[in-house]
C-alpha cells in the first residue's frame, strides 16, 4: 500500500532554515507527481509546491515562492522541500502528497505529517 513518511521538522527561528524529506514506498514513486502541504493550528490544508513525476516542472504557492524549494530523487523515492527565510506563519504540520498523475498535483494520498514551528 501506498506509504509515505514525512520528516525533518522541528524548530526554527525566524530566518533560519530546515529541509523536510518524504520516504514513499508501495508505488512507482517515478511515475507520479508529488506535492507538500501544510495546515496551520486552526486553518485549513494549503497546498505549498509541488513537482512533476520527470522533476522538469516545479510549482510553488506565492506565499513560499523565493524561499522554499522542492525536488526529488527517484532513484531514492524520496521527496525534499528546503525552506530558508522561515517566518512564523510557516508554522504548520506539513504533508508529503501523491499526485493522481504524472503531471497532476491533485493529490490522493498522503503522509502522517511532520511538524514545523518558526519562532524566536
Known amino acids: 500500500q501506498v506509504q509515505l513518511v514525512e520528516s525533518g521538522g522541528g524548530l526554527a527561528q525566524p530566518g533560519g532554515s530546515l529541509r523536510l524529506s518524504c520516504a514513499a514506498s508501495?508505488?512507482?514513486?517515478?511515475?507520479?507527481?508529488m506535492s507538500w502541504a501544510r495546515q496551520a493550528p486552526g486553518k485549513g490544508l494549503e497546498w505549498v509546491s509541488g513537482?512533476?513525476?520527470?522533476?522538469?516542472?516545479?510549482y510553488y504557492a506565492d506565499s513560499v515562492k523565493g524561499r522554499f524549494t522542492i525536488s526529488r530523487d527517484n532513484t531514492k523515492n524520496m521527496l525534499y522541500l528546503q525552506m530558508n527565510s522561515l517566518k512564523p506563519e510557516d508554522t504548520a504540520l506539513y504533508y508529503c502528497?501523491?499526485?493522481?498523475?504524472?503531471?497532476?498535483?491533485?493529490?490522493?494520498?498522503w503522509g502522517q505529517g511532520t511538524q514545523v514551528t518558526v519562532s524566536s
Open positions: 502528497t501523491k499526485g493522481v498523475h504524472s503531471r497532476s498535483l491533485e493529490y490522493d494520498y
Open positions: 508501495g508505488f512507482s514513486f517515478s511515475s507520479f507527481a
Open positions: 513537482v512533476f513525476a520527470d522533476a522538469t516542472n516545479t
